[in-house]
Every structure is written in structure tokens, then in C-alpha cells.
């Protein structure tokens, strides 16, 4: 059996730096610990950096895309409701709908992760933004 090639120091760096940061948000983030958590955490981030787009999406449109059960991620939603994380408000212009809004706890851990992310991450590179 042949072996396969050594990955290149870079290449190492990334999966290094990927398996210590999974740890902290192990350690850090619990709601990351599950897939349904992992996806609404990201959607939320994603749309909390995206000003033009943030909140105006109902919850339909945040859970689009996922490969989970609209149960399973309306238990993740409550989830993070109950931990502090989100707040659920009835749209203005269609009360049938809701969004999530961010409370500032999620905010703050959304902030202790991106500075996570730039500390592992420097270990191993150079990092400039665009």
C-alpha cells in the first residue's frame, strides 16, 4: 500500500488550527456542539454582519437551505431563547411571522468567537483583512 504525501506545513496549519478552535467552541459554545445549533448560529452571524440584510428575513427564510427538520431547529430556536441568546418578535408586516433578533449575550459571544478565530488562527499565518 502506498503511503499517501505528508501534508504541506500549510495545510497542517489549517487542520490544526481548525481542530483547536472546534475545541474552544466546544469548551465555549455548547449551541455549537449540535448541527441544528451550528446552523442557526451561523445564519444569525451571517446576517448580524450583513447590515443591508440583517433581520428582515422571516424564520422560514433563516432555516431555508438546512437539511433539518423545522422541528428540530425551532427546538435549537427555543433553546437559545431560554439560554439568552435570541429574541423571538412577531414581524410588523405579516403577524403570522416571526424573527429572531440577536440580545447582546449572543452578540458578545458572537465578538469572544471572532476573537477566537483570529487568535488560533494566527498561530500558523499571517492574517490581513480585505
Same mark, same amino acid.
Given at each position: $500500500?502506498?503511503?499517501?504525501?505528508?501534508?504541506?506545513?500549510?495545510?497542517?496549519?489549517?487542520?490544526?488550527?481548525?481542530?483547536?478552535?472546534? *475545541?474552544?467552541?466546544?469548551?465555549?459554545?455548547?449551541?455549537?456542539?449540535?448541527?441544528?445549533?451550528?446552523?442557526?448560529?451561523?445564519?444569525?452571524?451571517?446576517?448580524?454582519?450583513?447590515?443591508? +440584510?440583517?433581520?428582515?428575513?422571516?424564520?422560514?427564510?433563516?432555516?431555508?437551505?438546512?437539511?433539518?427538520?423545522?422541528?428540530?431547529?425551532?427546538?435549537?430556536?427555543?433553546? $437559545?431563547?431560554?439560554?439568552?441568546?435570541?429574541?423571538?418578535?412577531?414581524? +410588523?408586516?405579516?403577524?403570522?411571522?416571526? +424573527?429572531?433578533?440577536?440580545? *447582546?449575550?449572543?452578540? +458578545?459571544?458572537?465578538?469572544?468567537?471572532?476573537? *477566537?478565530?483570529?487568535?488560533?488562527?494566527?498561530?500558523?499565518?499571517?492574517?490581513?483583512?480585505?
Amino acid at each position: $500500500m502506498n503511503n499517501p504525501e505528508p501534508l504541506a506545513p500549510a495545510s497542517w496549519g489549517l487542520v490544526s488550527s481548525l481542530a483547536e478552535l472546534h *475545541q474552544w467552541e466546544l469548551d465555549n459554545l455548547p449551541l455549537l456542539s449540535t448541527l441544528t445549533g451550528r446552523h442557526l448560529y451561523y445564519r444569525m452571524a451571517e446576517e448580524t454582519f450583513h447590515p443591508e +440584510q440583517a433581520l428582515t428575513k422571516a424564520l422560514k427564510d433563516l432555516f431555508g437551505g438546512a437539511h433539518f427538520t423545522e422541528k428540530a431547529l425551532r427546538s435549537r430556536m427555543r433553546e $437559545m431563547e431560554r439560554d439568552g441568546l435570541i429574541e423571538t418578535i412577531t414581524r +410588523q408586516s405579516d403577524a403570522r411571522s416571526k +424573527q429572531l433578533i440577536p440580545t *447582546q449575550k449572543f452578540l +458578545q459571544l458572537l465578538e469572544a468567537h471572532a476573537e *477566537q478565530v483570529k487568535r488560533t488562527f494566527d498561530k500558523h499565518f499571517l492574517l490581513i483583512e480585505k
